[in-house]
């Protein structure tokens, strides 16, 4: 059993290294998160929305606007209201990002 103690050893040693290297990833993924998904819900707005939204002529709220109003009212309006054929094709979580963008 001479051999046994330093496996063990060795075992510890990567379960540690693996730890912390699970630690920074978990430390660093909301980060990375969020501003994939920033700059997602930006582009879909510039893509999709900006066109109408940013003209300043049509009765169209701008970003500013659009920013101020409940989540849920976004959503809505994208999903079942007047901005349903414009968002058509859009995932929940995807018109969850334009509301950050
Ligand atoms: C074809 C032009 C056009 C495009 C493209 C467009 N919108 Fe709109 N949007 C409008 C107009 C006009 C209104 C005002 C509608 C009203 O007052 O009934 C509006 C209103 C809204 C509102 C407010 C709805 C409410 O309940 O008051 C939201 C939120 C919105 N748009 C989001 C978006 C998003 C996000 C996109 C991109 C996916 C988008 N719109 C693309 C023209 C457009």
Redesign the pocket.
């Known amino acids: 059993m001479a051999g046994h103690g330093s496996a063990l050893g060795k075992l510890r040693l990567l379960y540690s290294i693996f730890a912390a290297f699970v630690l920074a990833l978990l430390a660093a993924a909301p980060a990375l998160a969020q501003s994939t998904a920033r700059a997602d819900g930006e582009t879909?707005?510039r893509e999709?929305?900006v066109?109408?939204?940013e003209a300043g002529s049509?009765?169209?709220?701008d970003l500013a606007t659009?920013r101020q109003?409940a989540p849920d009212?976004?959503l809505?309006?994208?999903r079942s209201?007047?901005?349903s054929t414009?968002?058509e094709g859009?995932s929940t979580a995807q018109?969850k990002r334009?509301r950050s963008a």
Do not use: N
């Not at 049509?58 to 709220?61: D, I, L, T």
């Open positions: 879909l707005y999709r929305c066109g109408c939204h049509s009765r169209a709220p659009l109003m009212r976004v809505s309006a994208l209201g007047s901005m414009q968002s859009f018109l334009t």
